[in-house]
């Protein structure tokens, strides 16, 4: 395992990358923004807003191919309101950061509409992509705060609690699961 897929696997924060560490990764993996050698494949720019243990948000851009993901940087948003306007500026930063050319789709969460109309329109071979991941989360909590599926929830939660405080019990579902985890709210 390399650094940068511990650093994700660790929960690491992306914004303790220092300047020395982000030139590593860019010299070593897809990018490199002073040589820019010809890629072969294109590739998705994603984008993804955070905050951190001190409550400052924070967005991270990342790189996407059949290649895998890598880190571009990170941005304190505590500066400024994330408008549509913002981060389509921001994303574009990043667009011309890696190529223009070898930019096929930029995926963010649905808050970034806005910005993903006002790429698409300013960069016309763009495709914006909404995070499917984002969406179906959305969906399950409304689908959670339905009358029915609360009360479901409720009692899954507090047996999975009941199972999870008492060893014995913990282990039976082990034994019969084949190690596997039960969930846990």
């Known amino acids: 395992m390399n650094l940068k897929n511990w650093m994700y696997n660790e929960e690491i924060p992306f914004n303790v990358v220092t300047q020395v560490f982000n030139r590593y990764l860019t010299s070593h993996v897809i990018i490199d923004p002073v040589s820019k050698p010809l890629l072969i494949m294109r590739f998705?720019?994603?984008?993804?807003?955070?905050?951190?243990?001190?409550?400052?948000?924070?967005?991270?851009?990342?790189?996407?191919?059949?290649?895998?993901?890598?880190?571009?940087e990170s941005v304190d948003a505590?500066?400024?309101?994330?408008t549509g306007e913002k981060m389509c500026e921001l994303i574009n930063k990043i667009?011309?950061?890696?190529?223009?050319?070898?930019?096929?789709?930029?995926?963010?969460?649905?808050?970034?509409v806005l910005a993903g109309n006002l790429l698409e329109t300013k960069r016309p071979h763009l495709y914006w992509t909404p995070c499917v991941v984002h969406c179906i989360d959305l969906m399950l909590e409304d689908i959670g705060k339905l009358p029915e599926m609360k009360m479901t929830l409720k009692k899954a939660i507090s047996?999975?609690?009941?199972?999870?405080?008492?060893?014995?019990?913990?282990?039976m579902p082990r034994k019969f699961t084949e190690g596997k985890e039960l969930c846990r709210a």
Request: hydrophobic share 45%; net charge positive; charged share 20%.
């Open 44 to 72: 998705s720019v994603m984008v993804d807003g955070w905050t951190n243990k001190r409550q400052r948000p924070f967005i991270k851009f990342l790189v996407n191919s059949p290649r895998g993901s890598v880190f571009i």
């Open 78 to 82: 505590s500066e400024y309101a994330k």
């Open 95 to 112: 667009i011309i950061k890696v190529g223009v050319e070898n930019v096929v789709q930029v995926i963010t969460d649905n808050a970034s």
């Open 159 to 171: 047996v999975t609690s009941f199972v999870y405080v008492r060893p014995g019990v913990v282990n």
